[in-house]
């Protein structure tokens, strides 16, 4: 059971916005700022599209954003795309001192 | 650029033993800490361990502790996973990732390494 709870699908068509939750505790989304967001097409890497809640690393397209309130963090993908078919995960660092990081269960976006 | 490339990767009988390795180019190995993370079949992503930059601080998930050591070797720009008492639940891709300046994220992943557990 991940630590971190995200809808297991989502789906919206080309040129909408979704929203992707992603609900913590108060040992991981709520406590700090380091939450992050990954993208992952089938077979491939997962690869870095938010970090520290709302940053995006050089080359990540602006359509994505990423915010937090209380113990939800959120990833927001607007003007959907075909190409942004793929799973997504949040992922906190986490207060614990014996387990320092956590995903949640990753999200499935279809664009229909 | 940030290259990660992991090997080691194999059918390997429960109880057995495996030691991963990571390749780590185009970046000063030596001044970021390092991550482990798996991906069971059809499953989602399952943290596994992180290591300091200086080797210094070793952290585990539950599901592997005791039975799995993470390592580096600085000098040869390498990052280890040693795999022992292997369990039919290991059976993943094994990917390692490189944090980023600050700790705060998995800024680069590599592709990844399949391990199977079976009899």
Known sequence: QSALTQPASLSGSPGQSITISCTGTSSDVTGHNYVSWYQQHPGKAPKLIIYDVSNRPSGISNRFSGSKSDNTASLTISGLQAEDEADYYCSSYTMSSTRPWAFGGGTRLTVL | ?119
Not at chain 2, 52 to 75: E, L, M, P, Q
Not at chain 2, 84 to 93: G, P, Y
């Open chain 2, 1 to 119: 650029q940030v290259q990660l490339v992991e090997s080691g990767g194999n059918v390997v009988q429960p109880g057995r033993s495996l030691r991963l390795s990571c390749a780590a180019s185009g970046f000063t190995f030596s001044s970021y800490a390092m991550h482990w993370v798996r991906q069971a079949p059809g499953k989602g992503l399952e943290w596994v361990a992180l290591i300091s930059f200086d080797g210094s601080n070793k952290f585990y998930a539950d599901s592997v502790k005791g039975r799995f050591t993470i390592s580096r070797d600085n000098s040869r720009n390498t990052l280890y996973l040693q795999m022992n008492s292997l369990i039919s639940e290991d059976t993943a891709v094994y990917f390692c990732a490189r944090a980023n300046n600050y700790g705060t994220c998995l800024a680069f992943w590599g592709r990844g390494t399949l391990v199977t557990v079976s009899s």
